[in-house]
């Protein structure tokens, strides 16, 4: 068999056998859900059932939620490409009607980037609202041909600002802040059950059990096109581990129903030196990285919130 991704291979492998370790403790029984069956309401689902699910991790629902608005250490706002019928037949967006010092973010696109800017945020990160569908980053201006160049010569946006075929669910928008040592917490019922550092070729196989549930394996920069450079050594710190957990615990048993099962990264604000939370994930194909998988899914087969949201997906 030939994959795209040895981790992914290893992580479908870990997750298979964490789950039926999990079943065979608790005297359950674990069985193969069919796509065109989907199961009862009253299973509990360890993994993806349907394509739809596969790779899609991020239902809308959780695209901005209340504790990310709260605690993700930067502007952000939900916006969309304007679709109206009078901006198709006159080209006159609500972009080039607003005006600086608008208090609350505007829901067109365009006029949001340009929000961003009259906030002081010289760098905007667009996200789809579509699952998984992209994200970049780009420079802001107060100039909004400029803000709409940016936005539809990215290779990633490009086609979203055209109004036939711009999603529906619209764009996450957020200042770009710089952000080090990016750690994922797995939360079942509002409770941090493991963690491990954003550590891109990591699997539970890497998981140190001295560190306990919480792997202390990190690295400063995650390297990527969004925060920029390349991925720096891994490092042990578990100070960092402690300060992100302090961080996150009381956040996480907060949250509301149906948002109690999920995952949650978290990272250090490069401009303040304080945690924040960088996004929110659903569960079925989060990337493990080092956790410790049979402590996932000790908790997912008692969980009360199952972190499925088939109706969202
Ligand atoms: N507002 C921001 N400012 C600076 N960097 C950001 C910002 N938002 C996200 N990033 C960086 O971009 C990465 C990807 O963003 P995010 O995790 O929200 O999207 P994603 O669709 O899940 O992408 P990925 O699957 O690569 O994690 C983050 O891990 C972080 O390094
Ligand atoms: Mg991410």
């Known amino acids: 068999m030939r994959v795209a ?17 999990a079943c065979e403790r608790n005297g359950l029984t674990l069985s193969l859900a069919s796509e065109t069956d989907p199961p009862p309401p009253t299973t509990h689902r360890l993994g993806p059932v349907s394509v739809a699910e596969e790779g899609r991790h991020c239902p809308d629902a959780l695209l901005m939620p209340e ?3 709260e605690h993700g250490g930067r502007l952000m706002a939900r916006a969309w490409v304007d679709t109206s019928v009078e901006y198709m037949r006159t080209g006159k ?8 010092g608008t208090e609350a973010c505007p829901e067109e696109l365009f006029s949001a980037l340009l929000w961003l800017h009259d906030r002081g945020a010289r760098e905007a990160v667009v996200k789809l609202g579509i699952r998984k569908a992209g994200v970049s980053r780009i420079l802001l201006s107060p100039k909004l041909d400029e803000v709409r160049a940016a936005v539809t010569d990215d290779d990633v946006l490009c086609w979203s600002a ?14 770009w802040v710089p952000m080090t ?23 539970p196989l890497d998981h140190r059990r001295v560190d306990g549930r919480f792997d202390a394996a990190m690295r400063e920069w995650r390297g990527n096109g969004i925060n920029g450079g390349s991925p ?11 300060r992100y957990v302090e961080f996150l615990a009381p956040i996480a048993e907060g949250l509301p129903h149906g948002q109690r099962t999920v995952v949650i990264d978290v990272a250090t604000s490069a ?16 990337g493990l990285y080092a ?7 000790e908790n997912l087969v008692h969980a009360g919130d199952r972190g499925y949201q088939v109706n969202l997906l």
């Open 93 to 100: 967006s609500a972009a080039q009607a607003y005006a600086p």
């Open 5 to 21: 991704d040895v981790e992914d291979f290893w992580e479908d492998a870990i997750r298979a056998s964490a789950a039926l370790r």
């Open 232 to 242: 720096s050594p891994v490092m042990r710190m578990p100070q960092r581990v402690s």
């Open 181 to 203: 040592h990016e750690y994922r917490f797995f939360v079942v019922d509002g409770v941090l059950v493991t963690g491990a550092g954003c550590v891109e070729e990591f699997t």
């Open 291 to 297: 956790t410790d998988a049979d402590v996932l899914f």
């Open 162 to 175: 055209i109004p036939d075929a711009a999603p529906p669910s619209g764009f996450l928008v957020q200042e």
């Open 67 to 69: 504790a990310l608005t």
């Open 271 to 286: 401009q303040s030196g304080d945690p924040l939370i960088v996004e929110f994930n659903a569960l079925p194909n989060a």
